[in-house]
Antibody, heavy 123, light 107 residues
């Protein structure tokens, strides 16, 4: 069974840093691109960042570019999101998801999601 | 970047109703579109990809259609468990834009 478990969320002051983790199991982690999506309270979904297989390519939303860094450790089956210079508008539930490209389809669909971890940026 | 709009933003319907949600893209994306369902406090769930392909395990009352810039999600007979928010997402580029969502509520 595919499982994605996020951790590392919490309360942080504006300008602070936080590192989110996503522990994956039930599939060959190293064979899939991985994604972070966030959802501010009462708002819609926002794609944040993606990392390709082997970490060779990373992509970021303009809203986080230069502040967030996405990485992966395939030996630990874990995805990381380093968030620096946090702002109030970064307050959201952060979801880790798997890009299912190649697993039954050749489209970059987010076929498995974690339960999310809440990040609150406030003084 | 490709922008997506959805209509309506909110929809009130009864069990058994046929429901249609529209998603429009700011530029042509062929069939690179997916639909997700999200219930309160839960992670989104993939329903449809490639505009019309049902994800494994999703009930056949859900269907998708469209190509280019206009897409629809149809629920043929709304069930109690279908009351949720639905999002479209474009898959045409690595900037994976979501639509603003359509909330389907009980009439």
């Amino acid at each position: 069974e595919v499982q994605l478990v996020e951790s590392g969320g919490g309360l942080v002051q504006p300008g602070g840093s936080l590192r989110l983790s996503c522990a994956a199991s039930g599939f060959t982690f190293s064979s899939y691109d991985m994604i972070w999506v966030r959802q501010a309270p009462g708002k819609g979904l926002e794609w944040v960042s993606s990392v390709s297989v082997s970490g060779g390519r990373t992509f970021y939303a303009d809203s986080v570019k230069g502040r967030f860094t996405l990485s992966r450790d395939d030996s630990r089956n874990t995805l990381y999101l380093q968030m620096n210079s946090l702002r109030a508008e970064d307050t959201a539930v952060y979801y880790c998801a798997r890009d299912g490209y190649g697993s039954g389809s050749y489209y970059n669909v987010f076929d498995y999601w974690g339960q999310g971890t809440l990040v609150t940026v406030s003084s | 970047d490709i922008q997506l709009t959805q209509s309506p933003s909110f929809l009130s319907a009864s069990v058994g109703d046929r429901v249609t949600i529209t998603c429009r893209a700011s530029q042509g994306i062929s069939n690179y579109l997916a639909w997700y369902q999200q219930k309160p406090g839960k992670a989104p769930k993939l329903l449809i990809y490639a505009a019309s392909t049902l994800q494994s395990g999703v009930p056949s009352r859900f269907s998708g259609s469209g190509s280019g810039t206009e897409f629809t999600l149809t629920i043929s007979s709304l069930q109690p468990e279908d009351f949720a928010t639905y999002y479209c997402q474009q898959l045409n580029s690595y900037i994976f834009t979501f639509g603003p969502g359509t909330k389907v509520d009980i009439k």
